[in-house]
């Protein structure tokens, strides 16, 4: 008999699921630069901390280590101003206002299997929302 998976199992799961799709939907690169040699890290444009929003497949870039770091990191005005030509300002404003809505609960496992499925989502007073993209 297996035993069931704990929250931070399942947690990690997710996190790691989510890290995997915004590269692979970046094809492996930069999405700032195009560089695809190195390491490229999923970038979460709101903090991680916003459950709300943490595994929103819209809530992340593919960045290579030098972006990701000087340029997300180190000047997050320019970031922003680019994050709005590539995504619009529609998706950042609708990213803002769901990361300042409460996830109370979360629903591991929903949240593992509808990133499985591609889907992008929202988790708010711990009821899973679907985006439209």
Wanted: proline share 3%.
């Amino acid at each position: 008999m297996s035993r069931k998976p704990s929250k931070k199992t399942l947690k990690k799961k997710c996190d790691e699921l989510w890290s995997k799709l915004i590269r692979q939907r970046a094809g492996n690169k930069c999405e700032y630069c195009g560089k695809s040699d190195g390491k490229i890290d999923a970038h979460h444009i709101l903090s991680r901390r916003h459950f709300s929003v943490r595994w929103n497949l819209e809530n992340g870039v593919a960045l290579c280590r030098y972006h990701h770091q000087f340029f997300a990191h180190e000047d997050p005005v320019a970031f922003t101003e680019w994050l709005k030509t590539v995504k619009g300002n529609e998706v950042i404003d609708a990213l803002i206002y769901e990361a300042n809505q409460p996830a109370v609960r979360i629903p591991y496992k929903e949240v593992l299997e509808l990133l499985k499925e591609g889907k992008v989502f929202s988790i708010i007073e711990g009821e899973i929302k679907i985006w439209e993209v």
